[in-house]
């Protein structure tokens, strides 16, 4: 297992956070891992709320994110995430550019 890739993942099921708020979240722990295992305090300070703190930490630990993973795994389908060799230059571009996508099949030309 790929733990970038794990981690990306885990991080994409939050349904709460965005593009922006996974910035700021990076600004603040350097990096995904640093993420996962922050401690509810420090997450609530950036999430704005307890509940939201809570809530992420109950969803990146959950059973259901494991089997979902192994589910994209089993069907062949890649999680491309910010920092891959593969994710496009041209979406890093973007202002709100995407963590992570998940793809079946191959990217089209850059070109």
Not at 24 to 30: A, G, H, R, T, Y
Not at 31 to 60: G, H, M, P, Q, W
Request: hydrophobic share 35%; proline share 4%.
């Amino acid at each position: 297992m790929d733990n970038r890739e794990w981690s990306y993942f885990r991080l994409s099921c939050v349904d709460f956070i965005g593009p922006r708020t996974v910035v700021k979240l990076i600004d603040e722990f350097e990096n995904v891992d640093n993420i996962l295992n922050a401690k509810e305090s420090e997450l609530k300070n950036i999430l704005r709320s307890e509940d939201k703190a809570s809530r992420f930490i109950e969803i990146i630990n959950s059973d259901s994110v494991k089997e979902q993973y192994e589910r994209v795994k089993k069907n062949d389908i890649r999680i491309i995430y910010q920092g891959h060799k593969d994710y496009p230059e041209r979406l890093k571009l973007l202002y709100d550019a995407p963590m992570c996508f998940f793809l079946r099949g191959r990217l089209p030309d850059s070109s």
